[in-house]
């Protein structure tokens, strides 16, 4: 089970980063691109800026070791680190009981009678394919006293990890557990059967513009600006009789961008594009198109 962290926040707004970049191509009197090719150009940028960020993060460590970095609101990498706090989830690896489908399959045997056979461990569970990097990896829950799970050694690299199983003073234990991170799957050794999560960076996907009904009779719904894994940003829309592009808000997916990277968006689009947007005048052009709208 993943759950993530909401925010009541506003995210870039792909309609008016659309809006902008039109009118900025009039006033360029060039062509402007297929909806695919936006579409394209969207994901691309944002992509680039949400990597960007990290770097961002370790310029501002530079500053503030070197004592530059601004206070409370105006430091550099308070800013980052906020900007951050968007992707951050959380995932659940519960061990698998004997019914689930992940654990055990079904298979047909030479009798015709079904049988399972047994495809999972409980300490072998499925990465998230989401992950950008991992916070953390916990073994347990905080009990009635206080006492809180306990945190995973993370290990990575392969060899170390078979070094470590096999050494008689650093093999894993109850309290001291490791977590071996490989392409698709983590293993935590030792095998406990205690609930294990992961705390992690998820990839920067897309947010729902609009409120969507899932199921009409449990009265399911999600909330416009809640966060959509399967999408990156896009923009669906038809143009009308006048080449007015009708968007259909249902399918049109939002950036998972905060607010405040309009203009980064719409500067890197633009570039990707073809657009010259050297000029500052004509970007604010386009933002106050778009504002006025």
Do not use: W
């Not at 996907?205 to 940003?233: C, F, H, K, W």
């Not at 080449?243 to 259909?248: D, E, R, S």
């Amino acid at each position: 089970m993943r759950s993530f962290c909401f925010y009541i926040c506003f995210m870039v707004d792909i309609t008016q980063v659309y809006e902008i970049l039109r009118d900025l191509s009039n006033k360029d009197q060039r062509g402007f691109v297929t909806q695919n090719e936006f579409n394209n150009f969207a994901a691309a940028a944002q992509t680039k800026i949400y990597n960007e960020i990290f770097s961002e993060v370790l310029q501002a460590n530079k500053l503030r070791r070197q004592q530059v970095d601004g206070k409370g609101a105006t430091s550099l990498l308070r800013q980052k680190q906020e900007d951050l706090s968007y992707y951050v989830a959380e995932y659940d690896l519960l061990v698998p009981d004997e019914t689930a489908a992940n654990y055990y399959d079904t298979q047909t045997n030479e009798d015709g009678a079904d049988i399972q056979e047994q495809v999972g461990t409980q300490s072998l569970f499925i990465k998230p394919a989401d992950v950008r990097y991992i916070i953390g990896i916990y073994v347990g829950e905080t009990d009635a006293y206080g006492q809180s799970a306990t945190p995973c050694e993370i290990i990575r690299d392969a060899a170390k990890h078979r070094r470590v199983l096999n050494s008689r003073l650093s093999h894993p234990t109850t309290d001291f557990p490791t977590a071996f991170v490989g392409d698709r799957t983590i293993q935590i050794s030792p095998t406990t059967g205690l609930r294990a999560t992961m705390t992690y960076y998820r990839q920067a996907r897309s947010r729902y513009t609009t409120v969507q009904v899932q199921d009409v009779l449990n009265e399911i719904q999600v909330d416009a600006g809640a966060l959509d894994i399967g999408s990156m940003p896009v923009l669906v829309g038809t143009e009308n009789n006048n080449g007015v592009n009708i968007i259909n808000h249902l399918n049109t997916r939002n950036f998972d961008l905060p607010e405040h990277y309009l203009p980064e968006v719409v500067m890197e689009m633009a570039h990707m594009i073809g657009m010259n947007v050297r000029d500052t005048n004509l970007m604010q052009y386009g933002l106050k198109l778009s504002s006025e709208q």
